[in-house]
């Protein structure tokens, strides 16, 4: 079955502006539920599920821990979840094609989803203005697919060469690739070098200061690096970086019997699902029930998810980042430890979903 929206990442579309000198005044007419870092504003007619604000909360912890900021120092957030229409009337040149955007410490978008979004705010933290492909590489690092179709059981991101991506304009070069290369940096290098670099090449920066940075911040030269990262190869001393918000949820424990099973009603009323209701354009209307599981033992397993609707989207929160895969119901080969597990729909949905190890 086709679900009622396309079956793309909402990342492909959007952007990032931290150029904005002054923050955006909300219209009065907007409804408020506010966090501990993060407001949302939405129009009257949407539905924000119960669990949206706790879950944008905790999904802000948890990217800032994995790059080493404290939240404690953040300027308080504000999302602006609207209608297509509303969103137009909010655009600007820069923005003309964006599904979402940041605007400083202020971002846009239709889905109640917009982690891509905040982590741009998160990132101006350190800097509002680096080159256009580590802006929109980590913002997508962090993302997740918003929906699947089932057919799709590959990774998202195919290690492509990002060196033809590097210089260029925010609107002209795949954030896929982009996302997979700074993925890498994170978890290669960590997190000090790669603000290092973020902080010291810019919109403008040429190619060859950003290679003499690079350089300079990491002993290393970039050539050499693209090739070990266009190797495909995962050393042992990676580090689980970045991981999207989804391996901060809740573990689920197997049953004695060796099986793992998480039933769930996924229903924006419950306070442990997160999104939102669109009325205005159901095709984005989505939300979503996230736990995380321990997988005891790498080998085979039946990943099965019994519905009326609804994606199972299955995550490995380890390894090399760069290199994880998504998995959607079938025969899926696991490696041990921990893994999230998203549950997506539209409308309220009867969901079960089992893990059990079959093979080798
Ligand atoms: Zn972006």
New binding site residues.
């Given amino acids: 079955m086709r679900p009622p929206f396309p079956s793309f990442v909402v990342?492909v579309l959007?952007?990032?502006l931290g150029l904005f000198a002054c923050e955006p005044k909300p219209d009065g007419d907007l409804l408020i539920a506010e966090g501990e870092h993060i407001d949302i504003y939405y129009e009257e007619a949407f539905d924000l599920c119960e669990g949206t604000i706790a879950a944008s909360d905790r999904g802000i912890e948890f990217v800032a821990a994995q790059l080493g900021l404290d939240t404690a120092d953040f300027e308080h957030l504000r999302y602006m979840w609207l209608s297509r229409a509303r969103l137009d009337e909010k655009r600007t040149s820069s923005t003309e094609n964006a599904a979402g955007w940041?605007s400083g410490r202020t971002s846009y978008g239709g889905y109640a989803f917009f982690s891509?979004?905040i982590t741009?705010s998160i990132a101006f933290e350190r800097d509002d203005n680096s080159l256009p492909f580590l802006?929109?590489g980590l913002?997508?690092a962090f993302d997740e697919p918003i929906n699947g179709d089932g057919d799709n059981d590959g990774r998202l991101a195919p290690p492509g060469d990002p060196r033809p991506e590097f210089m260029s304009r925010n609107d002209e070069f795949s954030y896929d690739v982009a996302a997979g290369f700074v993925a890498y940096l994170l978890s290669r290098h960590g997190q000090e070098r790669f603000w290092e670099l973020y902080e010291s090449v810019h919109s403008g920066s040429t190619e060859s200061r950003l290679r003499r940075r690079f350089a300079a911040i990491y002993g290393l030269d970039l050539d050499a690096a693209v090739d070990d990262y266009l190797l495909g190869e995962c050393p042992e001393d990676a580090l689980p970086i970045p991981l999207p918000r989804s391996c901060g949820a809740e573990e689920l424990p197997w049953r004695t019997d060796g099986t793992w099973i998480y039933s769930k009603v996924v229903d924006c009323e419950d306070e442990e699902v997160a999104g939102g209701i669109n009325t205005t354009d159901p095709t984005e209307t989505l939300f979503e029930a996230t736990v995380t599981v321990e997988v005891p033992q790498a080998g085979l397993y039946s990943f099965e998810h019994i519905r009326t609707g609804g994606f199972a989207i299955l995550y490995r929160c380890g390894g090399c980042p760069w290199l994880n895969q998504y998995y959607f119901p079938g025969e899926v080969r696991l490696a041990a430890g921990r893994h999230s597990l998203r549950l997506q729909s539209w409308q309220p949905q009867v969901n079960t979903v089992s893990l059990a190890r079959i093979g080798d």
């Fill in positions: 990342t959007v952007a990032a940041a891509h979004e741009h802006r929109e913002a997508t």
